[in-house]
Every structure is written in structure tokens, then in C-alpha cells.
């Protein structure tokens, strides 16, 4: 990975690796001057370069040429997920990124039973997450995790999410976002009836928590124009329930399968 501006010189012309991605390549890789790689910027761009120089100041790439096919998907989706016990939150986002999510925002409940809100240190660590599970798959762009939000914060900033989720894909006749709340309660079925409607722009994905969304956050979300949805007559664990309805989101509505 290198930083955003890297690939302003273009074709002949040197970019420097990150700073993280510079030491991973010269010690845990061992990386030679010479070798064919593929550097992205986490926004969208990757060329193929041969690695100029290794050093300990840092590694310098020489640009090949810029990658033009389509990785990323056109469907926007943004998962709010709620906040569990760490390794549950991280294994959630390593899920879903190879899937194709833009965006996760993740969720502080009633029931999200952890001690105090993620601080600091913890968003670092999801984000630096984000930016390996992204590289593992090939993403083009590390997708955003945002600042922890309370259900009430989260209505508040629900409009500017649902529009800053990424470029916008489908026809003019397709709506503009729909908004799913995972819900084990809902009707079997509804789903599946959901996605045999014409594509939407954007689809916002509500994941709860291990002991589920309090009474009075589900009412919440359903006020601000979520729809409930079931996965199925199976429980799926808070970590796994996101990446199966992006799948099938992404599947029907995007470019999974
Ligand atoms: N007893 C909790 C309940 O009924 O909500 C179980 C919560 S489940 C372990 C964690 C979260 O994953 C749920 O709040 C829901 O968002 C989602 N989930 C799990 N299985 C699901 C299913 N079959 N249908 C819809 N959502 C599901």
C-alpha cells in the first residue's frame, strides 16, 4: 500500500510504500529489489511496479502500469454493526471486507456487552484490520470504519451515511437506499422476497448484538426506515451474520458469484 498522491508522477516514476507496508515487505517478506508487486492507494487505485530500492529509511516502486479492471463492487453497502466482545468485532470485519463491504460503522447497544466504547486505540486496531483484510483480498480501497455511533447518534448521521457510502450504482428507477435490520424474529422468507425487487443504489445492513437489539432500538430502526429481514430459521453468531447478508445482498444485487 502507499500513500493517497503516490501515483501522481504516473508511468517511470517512483512511489514510496508505507511506512507499515515498507517494514512488513523488507522484514516479515523479505523483499528484494526487482520483484514484480502490485501497490494500491486504499481509494480506488493499483498499478503494477518492480520494487526499485529496499531500504531501512524505505522501499521505492517503480510504476508499471495502472491496473484498469473493476474490483470493487458498483452496489454501495454500508454495515452497522454492533459492538461485541473484540475478537468477535474483528472477525466480523475480516468477513466482510473480501465480500465487498464500503463501509462499517460500528454500533455501541444496550446489549453490546463490553466494558466501556471502543477508545482510540481500539478503532486503530479495527482499521489496521481493515487495511490488511482489504490487501489479503485485493481490494482497491480499504473500506472506512467509522467512528463509533450510539443508536440515537446514529439517526442523526443516518442520512449522510446512507449518501457518503461510495459512488452510487443502478438505473435511474432504482431506490435510492434500502436500509435492512437483521432481525431473528422476522417472517421466513423475507429476505429472499426483498431481493427479487429491482436493485437499489445503496443498502444499509443493521447487525446486532450477541443478545440482540434491545425492544426499543429495533422500534428505533424501524423508525428510521429499516426493514426487518431474516437470514433464515438458523441463529447466525453477530460475527457471521453481516458477511451472510452482504453475500446474499451482493449476490443478487451486485457481483458476488
Ligand atoms: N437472541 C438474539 C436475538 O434473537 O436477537 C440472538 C442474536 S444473534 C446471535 C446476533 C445478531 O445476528 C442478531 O441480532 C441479528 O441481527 C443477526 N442474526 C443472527 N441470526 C439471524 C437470523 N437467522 N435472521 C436474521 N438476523 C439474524
Excluded: N
Amino acid at each position: 500500500m502507499v500513500p493517497i498522491g503516490a501515483f501522481a508522477g504516473g508511468s517511470g516514476s517512483l512511489a514510496r510504500l508505507t511506512e507499515e507496508e515498507g517494514r512488513h515487505f523488507r522484514v516479515a517478506l523479505r523483499g528484494a529489489a526487482g520483484e514484480t508487486v502490485y501497490v494500491f492507494d486504499g481509494e480506488g487505485t493499483e498499478w503494477k511496479g518492480s520494487v526499485a530500492s529496499v531500504e531501512p529509511a524505505g522501499v521505492a516502486v517503480r510504476l508499471g502500469e495502472q491496473l484498469a479492471d473493476r474490483v470493487e463492487p458498483l452496489l454501495t453497502t454500508a454495515v452497522l454493526q454492533a459492538v461485541s466482545r473484540d475478537e468477535s468485532f474483528e472477525q466480523a470485519i475480516e468477513a466482510m471486507i473480501p465480500l465487498g463491504v464500503t463501509r462499517i460503522v460500528p454500533l455501541v447497544v444496550e446489549r453490546s456487552a463490553v466494558p466501556k466504547p471502543p477508545d482510540a486505540k481500539r478503532l486503530e486496531r479495527w482499521r489496521r484490520i481493515a487495511r490488511e483484510a482489504a490487501k489479503l483480498s485485493w481490494r482497491r480501497v480499504v473500506p472506512c470504519i467509522d467512528d463509533p455511533l450510539t443508536i440515537p447518534a446514529l439517526e442523526e448521521r443516518l442520512a449522510c451515511i446512507a449518501g457518503e457510502s461510495g459512488p452510487a450504482a443502478g438505473g435511474a428507477e432504482a431506490a435510492e437506499v434500502v436500509s435492512l435490520l437483521l432481525d431473528t424474529r422476522a417472517g421466513p422468507g423475507s429476505l429472499s422476497r426483498l431481493l427479487e425487487g429491482p436493485a437499489p443504489r445503496r443498502v444499509l445492513i443493521a447487525v446486532g448484538p450477541e443478545g440482540g437489539f434491545a425492544p426499543a432500538e429495533a422500534e428505533r430502526l424501524a423508525g428510521a426506515g429499516f426493514v426487518s429481514v431474516s437470514l433464515g430459521p438458523r441463529i447466525l453468531r453477530t460475527r457471521q451474520a453481516g458477511a451472510i447478508a452482504l453475500a446474499l445482498v451482493l449476490g443478487r444485487w451486485g457481483d458476488l458469484g
